[in-house]
């Protein structure tokens, strides 16, 4: 609804929220992590899981001195913390649990299925 859908049944409907939403995503990320690589793993992320999750993850990281910002070994491991108690219910988390290795592995597989179709392509 908040990108005009009126039905997500339809293909071309719900191709086009997809797009809108991720691109709505990159949008929230584009100050904060100018590095588009970088960039791409929290979007996709929030895409699976929700942005709010993803946020939550940003402030464990920064709380427990990892970089907010960097994907691999920052965010990502408290992105798959917030399914254990200790972080889910953290002062600093506000979307509670989430199955975070679900996202994590979501980002990876949608990286490693980018490079392989690359690699066929450049081929």
């Known amino acids: 609804e908040a990108f005009g859908i009126e039905n997500i049944e ?4 719900n191709v086009k929220g ?5 691109n709505s995503l ?3 990320f584009l100050k904060s992590i100018p590095d588009s690589t970088q960039r791409i793993k929290f979007v996709l992320a ?4 929700g942005l709010g999750h993803v946020n939550d993850a940003q402030r464990l990281a ?6 907010p910002n960097i994907w691999d070994d920052n965010v990502d491991v408290y ?5 254990d108690e200790q972080y889910f219910k953290d002062e600093v988390v506000r979307f509670g649990y989430c199955r975070g290795e679900e996202a994590t592995n979501f980002v990876r597989n949608v990286i490693n299925n980018y490079k392989q179709y ?3 392509i450049d081929y």
């Open 118 to 120: 690359k690699n066929v």
């Open 46 to 49: 929030a895409y699976n899981i």
């Open 62 to 67: 920064k709380k427990y001195g990892k970089n």
């Open 18 to 22: 997809g797009v809108l939403l991720l």
């Open 26 to 28: 990159n949008n929230q």
């Open 10 to 13: 339809n293909p071309k409907q």
């Open 79 to 83: 992105l798959q913390n917030k399914s």
